[in-house]
């Protein structure tokens, strides 16, 4: 079974995630990782991967969401 690991930002996020944990009867665990700092945005690595990887990975990405979609 999968575990689901949270990284809230508050204490009212950890709250909430625990007792939706609770309730859907779900293992989960709270990250003490800081999270990173985003400065990239998506659009700037345009052009840094082919045409071809490109496709694999949005089919991977689309492939995942339909697994995510008909498990829930």
């Known amino acids: 079974m999968a575990v689901i690991t949270i990284h ?5 996020e950890v709250t909430l995630f625990e007792y939706l944990a609770k309730r859907l009867n ?3 665990e709270i990250s003490q990782e800081k999270l990173v700092d985003v400065k990239k ?15 694999k990975l949005h089919a991977y990405v689309n492939k995942s969401r339909e697994e995510w979609q008909r498990d829930i």
């Open 8 to 12: 809230p930002k508050n204490k009212e």
């Open 26 to 28: 779900t293992p989960y």
């Open 41 to 55: 945005k998506p659009s700037d690595f345009f052009g840094s991967i082919s045409e071809k990887e490109g496709k």
